[in-house]
């Protein structure tokens, strides 16, 4: 995935204040990737930035794709970043500049950690299943392993975790004491759930992690909060546990936790680096192909070029506003 807006703004976001627990209810915003994509991306938020160490989350589809190609996301780079995939429907083909060529395909994990500087391609194959249905997800990396050399994760077989009306998988980290095996290199979570029609669930969650949950399907009530389709339920920190409530069609929600990302970052198109300056010699270093940046293997394909950068430096803002 990319932010293929065509004059991406700049973020940049500082730790915010440490409010303890708090009910934010936010509503994605909806961004074209391409000509053919249209998906909900609810983070970066104008007053959450970041859930932890998540910072960009993008919801696509349900899609009919069946008269279309689908997924058309060309190759570009990433810096400082991991990109998590999790499809619900469909499938879409990975490469990338390690040689990787990994289907993205339902409840198969894909994590790529960009670190030092990676390149990939996200493409629905030309023999593509009718429906597209799927959320990525990008992880700020903290300073000591933001440079780390590139590497790419698949699980197939990720935790369950069941409880009395509801199933799902847990991702990243631990929820309620199932824990994934993905690599990650802070402390964060991730689960996907599936609630049935009315049910409601408790999970314990760590007091020293901000989360949020994000519905994907249907109808849920967090933490007293009622939230549909699109909307993510800001938590903040300081609680241990976490009540969900699904709607009378039942509910498919993300939980997204993490230990509350203190360092300043700088967020442009695919980059994350730590000053405007960092970032556009990022860019400069993709434009003329330079060592970070190798090429896709085994394909020829098309190349996104980057858009031009901001010239006004826009000053940071906390990951979280205060006053609200
Ligand atoms: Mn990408």
């Not at 909900?40 to 069946?66: K, N, Q, T």
């Not at 998988?169 to 824990?179: P, Q, S, T």
Request: aromatic fraction near 6%.
């Amino acid at each position: 995935m990319s932010d293929l807006e065509r004059l991406p703004p700049e973020y940049r976001c500082t730790a915010g204040p440490d409010a303890g627990p708090e009910e934010l209810l936010l509503t994605a915003r909806k961004v074209w990737l391409g000509k053919t994509t249209e998906v909900a991306r609810v983070l970066p938020d104008r007053d959450v930035r970041m859930v932890g160490a998540w910072c960009f989350l993008d919801h696509y589809g349900p899609e009919d794709i069946s008269s279309g190609p689908g997924m058309q996301v060309w190759a570009h780079p990433h810096t400082g970043l991991q990109t998590v995939s999790w499809l619900l429907e469909g499938e879409i083909e990975h490469r990338d500049s390690l040689g990787s060529r990994a289907p993205v395909r339902p409840g198969e994990l894909n994590i790529m950690t960009a670190g030092h500087g990676i390149v990939h391609s996200e493409l629905s194959p030309p023999d593509h299943a009718p429906r597209l249905h799927g959320l990525q997800l990008w992880v700020a990396l903290p300073a000591e392993h933001r440079d780390t050399a590139p590497r790419f994760d698949a699980y197939a077989d990720l935790p369950a975790l069941r409880r009395p009306g509801v199933t799902g998988r847990v991702l990243v980290g631990e929820l309620d004491g199932v824990a994934s095996p993905a690599v990650h290199f802070s402390g964060l979570c991730a689960a996907d759930l599936t609630l049935d029609a009315g049910a409601e669930v408790s999970l314990a969650v760590e007091a020293a992690y901000e989360y949020g949950v994000f519905v994907v399907v249907g109808d849920a009530t967090v933490a007293g909060t009622a939230a549909t389709v699109d909307q993510l339920v800001y938590l903040g920190r300081g609680r241990d546990g976490l009540t969900l409530r699904a709607g009378v069609e039942g509910a498919r929600v993300l939980v997204l936790g993490g230990e509350p990302f203190t360092e300043e970052i700088v967020m442009w198109w695919n980059f994350i680096g730590r000053s405007h300056e960092e970032v556009a010699a990022f860019r400069a270093e993709w434009e003329s192909r330079a060592d970070r940046f190798p090429a896709v293997v085994d394909r020829s394909e098309k190349v996104m070029e980057a858009p031009p950068m901001p010239t006004v430096a826009l000053r940071p803002r906390p990951a979280r506003r205060a006053g609200r």
